[in-house]
Nanobody, 121 residues
Framework: QVQLVESGGGLVQAGGSLTLSCAASGGTFSTYTMGWFRQAPGKERDIVAALYWSGRRTYYADSVKGRFTIARDNAKNTVYLQMNSLKPEDTAIYYC??????????????WGQGTQVTVSS
């Protein structure tokens, strides 16, 4: 069983930056494809970025390409989401997710509790 704990959310002005972290425990982190999702009020949860377990493939939603970067540190069992040039439409609860040896756009088995990101205009 894998446990995921997100941190780093908060309130930031438009144009600002935030870095989210997701610490994993309970599994062999290097074998898990990691994803970041977000859910805005009244909307479905959508994938934002994902990083293949081997580190050789990434995925970014069109809305965040060029602004967000996903990275992992297997030694720290942590995945990060660096968010730059934030926009009010990035406001959402951000969730970390994991799937062992999974594809970046497949289903995910483990989820964190989420962290709120609010971007003011």
């Amino acid at each position: 069983q894998v446990q995921l704990v997100e941190s780093g959310g908060g309130l930031v002005q438009a144009g600002g930056s935030l870095t989210l972290s997701c610490a994993a425990s309970g599994g062999t982190f290097s074998t898990y494809t990691m994803g970041w999702f977000r859910q805005a009020p009244g909307k479905e949860r959508d994938i934002v970025a994902a990083l293949y377990w081997s580190g050789r493939r990434t995925y970014y939603a069109d809305s965040v390409k060029g602004r967000f970067t996903i990275a992992r540190d297997n030694a720290k069992n942590t995945v990060y989401l660096q968010m730059n040039s934030l926009k009010p439409e990035d406001t959402a609860i951000y969730y970390c997710a994991a799937v062992q040896y999974g594809g970046t756009l497949g289903s995910y088995d483990y989820w964190g509790q989420g962290t709120q990101v609010t971007v003011s205009s």
